[in-house]
């Protein structure tokens, strides 16, 4: 028993928890994106088998990816960069546990109720209210635990990323029981058009004031320790913190301009997704100053090369993001697949690949053993890239189909055999993706067994 408390209260356990069970999500997750995107080539592959139908599959494969997979590896790595950073100990390894706990009850009640149509039926809101309870005494928990550990800190100075991570925890910790409509446990919303506004208040701060700032601290951290050069200005870094947080509160309305809410809402919506490119660019051009000139050494490290692309993506997905928040263009790409090709650059193609990049980079630091393969992680970036360039391309052209023969009057079933051929390509470039999530968990599981042992003198360096 008391080796059992000794292991709870190493302080690295939890991070590297987080990083393990959010490996495997990406496996399981991804392979729900897999039933989905069969049940949208062939409608009727699984029609007997209820929990794989596209309404109970697709939610499964979204909350895990996302609750499971981006996340929870990017909280592992938060867990051992915040407490790095600070030159502290976690606060408390056990409360953490207890966090981890929570935290994987919550995403596994994902394939457990959506199969059996338990759900609140609202999009990124589905777990239903017990899970809702779970999910937000583990966010408070950890940021009870990571505003403590700030409290005993022996470095003054709060590094950016710090500030990043603890933000993330406290808007989560207040947004998603509004977003969930926590206080109405039979339904999980509030009746009328009212929901809409305050489901999209916390759709929109899901990727922003939860992945954003996770991916955003994350590559922080790890962009200048692999350039080996200082931050190019803490100043800058703050502002892109504080338009992050006053500009993305409001933007919600941009995914309704359609639906009735009040007009004020959304031009506010549609004027602030363009001034988003403040905080956005504000982020990049620090971090891309930060590492000027010294672009090779990223290059050069398998998990620099996902930072790296990380940024790239999140450049891409922040230029479309704005543009297509426009009512007129939305009129061409809203209701279709466009909408799903930007979410996969955006989740995966910017937060997964900063997560899996942070991740490699943190490992060896966190376990004291070198990572088992840099060709495998190389061969995961590749597999990654491949699948989700040809994801991007595959859904824009089917979106702009689909737009386009909408704004033509066209019946849908006229339009469906046109985008078949998309469907089935994504479906395959989705395997690209998972066998990616495969050869991840399996570098990831032989380093902590196989990896071979960093000498502690080189670990402390390495940590310094
Ligand atoms: C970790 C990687 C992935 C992430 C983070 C991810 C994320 C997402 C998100 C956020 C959505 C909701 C999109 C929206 O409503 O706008 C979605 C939908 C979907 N994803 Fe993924 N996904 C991933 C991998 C995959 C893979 C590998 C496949 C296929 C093999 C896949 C197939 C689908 C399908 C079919 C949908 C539903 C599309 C629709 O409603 O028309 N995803 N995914
Ligand atoms: C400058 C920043 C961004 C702007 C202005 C923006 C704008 C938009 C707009 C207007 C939509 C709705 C499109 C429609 O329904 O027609 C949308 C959807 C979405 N965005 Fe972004 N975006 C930005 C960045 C991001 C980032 C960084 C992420 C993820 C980390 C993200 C994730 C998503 C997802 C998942 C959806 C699909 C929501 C759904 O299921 O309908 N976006 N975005």
Redesign the pocket.
């Known amino acids: 028993m008391s080796g059992m408390w000794r292991f709870l209260k190493k302080p690295e356990g939890p991070a590297l928890a987080f990083m393990v069970s959010g490996m495997l999500w990406f496996i399981i997750g991804t392979l729900y994106g897999l039933v989905s995107a069969i049940d949208l080539v062939a409608p009727d592959f699984f029609a007997n088998i209820a929990p794989l139908v596209f309404g109970r599959g697709r939610p499964t494969h979204v909350n895990t990816v996302l609750y499971g997979f981006v996340t929870e590896v990017l909280v592992g790595c938060g867990l051992y960069y915040v407490p790095a950073l600070l030159r502290t100990k976690l606060w408390s390894p056990p409360a953490a546990w207890l966090s981890w706990l929570l935290w994987n009850i919550t995403v596994l009640s994902g394939p457990i109720c959506f199969a059996g149509g338990h759900t609140q039926g609202r999009?990124?809101t589905e777990y239903i209210w017990a899970f809702d309870v779970t999910f937000t005494l583990a966010i408070v928990l950890l940021a009870v635990n990571i505003v403590m550990t700030i409290a005993n800190r022996r470095e003054n100075s709060l590094y950016v990323s710090v500030w990043y991570f603890t933000g993330m925890l406290l808007w989560t910790a207040g947004s998603y029981p509004i977003g969930n409509v926590m206080w109405h446990p039979s339904t999980g919303a509030v009746a009328g058009i009212l929901d809409t506004v305050i489901l999209w208040f916390y759709?929109?701060n899901?990727?922003?004031l939860v992945?954003?700032p996770l991916?955003v601290g994350a590559a922080y951290y790890v962009m200048p320790r692999i350039a080996q050069a200082p931050l190019w200005s803490h100043t800058l870094s703050l502002v892109g913190f504080w338009t992050l947080v006053a500009l993305y509160t409001h933007?919600g309305g941009?995914?309704v301009p359609q639906g009735p809410i009040p007009n004020w809402l959304k031009a506010m919506s549609t004027i602030d997704?363009?001034a988003?490119?403040i905080p956005?660019f504000v982020a990049l051009g620090n971090l891309w100053l930060s590492i000027r000139g010294r672009g090779g050494k990223l290059l050069a490290d398998p998990a620099g090369r996902f930072v790296l692309a990380g940024t790239v993506w999140?450049l891409i997905?922040?230029v479309?993001?704005?543009i297509?928040?426009l009512p007129a263009v939305?009129r061409v790409?809203?209701?279709n697949n466009?909408?799903i090709g930007?979410?996969h650059i955006?989740?995966l193609g910017?937060?997964g690949y900063i997560a899996l990049g942070a991740m490699w980079h943190i490992l060896p630091l966190l376990s004291g053993r070198e990572l088992y393969s840099r060709r495998l992680v190389n061969l995961q970036f590749g597999l990654i890239t491949f699948g989700l360039v040809g994801f991007f391309m595959v859904l824009t052209t089917a979106g702009l189909i689909q737009g386009g023969a909408w704004n033509n009057g066209q019946t849908i079933y006229r339009v469906l055999p046109e985008i078949a051929p998309y469907m089935f390509l994504r479906a395959v470039m989705g395997v690209l993706i998972i066998a990616a999530a495969f050869v991840g968990f399996y570098n990831l599981w032989m380093t902590l067994r196989r990896g071979r042992v960093i000498e502690p003198e080189l670990r402390e360096e390495a940590l310094s």
Request: proline fraction near 5%; hydrophobic fraction near 40%.
């Open positions: 999009e990124y759709g929109h899901l990727p922003g992945l954003t991916a933007i941009h995914h997704s363009m988003m490119v956005v999140y997905t922040c479309q993001g704005p297509q928040s939305q790409t809203h209701f466009w909408v930007h979410s955006a989740i910017f937060a």
